[in-house]
C-alpha cells in the first residue's frame, strides 16, 4: 500500500524559510516523479515543484521559482520542498502526490497517489 506522508508544515512571518518532507512508502518509486501541490481556500489545487526519482530532473512553478527548492534523498524514500522567502499567498495546504508522469506534470490527474496535505501558514 502506497503511503506518502507530508511533515513540516507551520506558521511563519513573511519572508521566512520552512521545509516539508514528504515521505514515501509501500512501493519502489523508481521511474515516478513526486509533486508538491498546494491548494488555498476557495482556490483550485495548484502545481508548485516535481522531481523525478530517476534522474533528479526538477519543474517549479513560475510562482515560486528562485525561492523553493525540491530536492530527494533516494535512501530515505522523502522527498522535500525548501521553501524561502514566504509570502502571505503562499498560505495553503500543501500536498505531496506520486505519478509516473505519462503525459504532463502539473496536473493533479497527473499523479497516482496523495499524502494528506500540511497546512503552511505566512503572516503579514
Known amino acids: 500500500q502506497v503511503q506518502l506522508v507530508e511533515s513540516g508544515g507551520g506558521l511563519v512571518q513573511t519572508g521566512g524559510s520552512l521545509r516539508l518532507s514528504c515521505a514515501a512508502s509501500?512501493?519502489?518509486?523508481?521511474?515516478?516523479?513526486i509533486g508538491w501541490f498546494r491548494q488555498a481556500p476557495g482556490k483550485e489545487r495548484e502545481f508548485v515543484a516535481a522531481?523525478?526519482?530517476?534522474?533528479?530532473?526538477?519543474y517549479y512553478a513560475d510562482s515560486v521559482k528562485g525561492r523553493f527548492t525540491i530536492s530527494r534523498d533516494n535512501a530515505k524514500n522523502t522527498v522535500y520542498l525548501q521553501m524561502n522567502s514566504l509570502k502571505p499567498e503562499d498560505t495553503a495546504v500543501y500536498y505531496c502526490a506520486a505519478g509516473l508522469l505519462r503525459v504532463g506534470f502539473t496536473r493533479p490527474s497527473d499523479y497516482n497517489y496523495w499524502g494528506q496535505g500540511t497546512q503552511v501558514t505566512v503572516s503579514s
Open positions: 509501500g512501493r519502489t518509486f523508481v521511474g515516478y516523479a
Open positions: 522531481i523525478r526519482w530517476s534522474g533528479g530532473n526538477t
